[in-house]
């Protein structure tokens, strides 16, 4: 589990979320609310299937998606501007998350059954967020054991 996590409020811009999952090299960031309680996460899956166009760079992916998201029935934008719009107009407000106390075993199992997910945040009794795993996490085992592939 990483206990230094980079996190974003709900009233963070999409640019400046989007701009550090991208210059972070997350798959996601979770969100929380001021007394650090996970209200969310945002992730690049969830930003990336909202667009359809496969050449279009990540940020290039979010602001195409977002304009385009906004528009009604008719083609028209909503109220809403890109530079108006925040981390809680697009997040996951109901993220998977597992307990400080979950085995190795449960994260794996979390990991299995949603396969879609990474990071997961890891919460307290309290709710609030004290760190993530991801699957770079779980596979870290195997580099400590000595497995390698030299051929």
Do not use: C
Not at 92 to 121: C, G, R, S, W
């Amino acid at each position: 589990m990483t206990r230094k996590v980079i996190s974003v409020f709900p009233e963070t811009s999409v640019i400046e979320a989007a701009k550090m999952i991208s210059d972070h090299n997350f798959d996601g960031i979770p969100v929380i609310d001021k007394n650090n309680k996970l209200i969310g996460i945002l992730t690049e899956y969830d930003l990336i299937t909202k667009t359809s166009s496969i050449n279009m760079s990540f940020l290039q992916r979010i602001i195409y998606d977002i304009y385009n998201a906004n528009k009604d029935s008719e083609g028209r934008r909503d109220e809403k501007s890109l530079n108006d719009m925040t981390v809680k107009d697009i997040m996951n407000p109901e993220p998977l998350f597992l307990k400080e106390d979950a085995t190795f075993n449960q994260i794996i199992e979390a990991f299995v059954a949603h396969h879609k997910v990474n990071p997961i945040p890891i919460i307290d009794n309290d709710g609030k967020l004290v760190g993530v795993v991801s699957r770079f996490d779980v596979l870290r085992p195997l580099n400590l054991l000595g497995y390698h592939t030299n051929k």
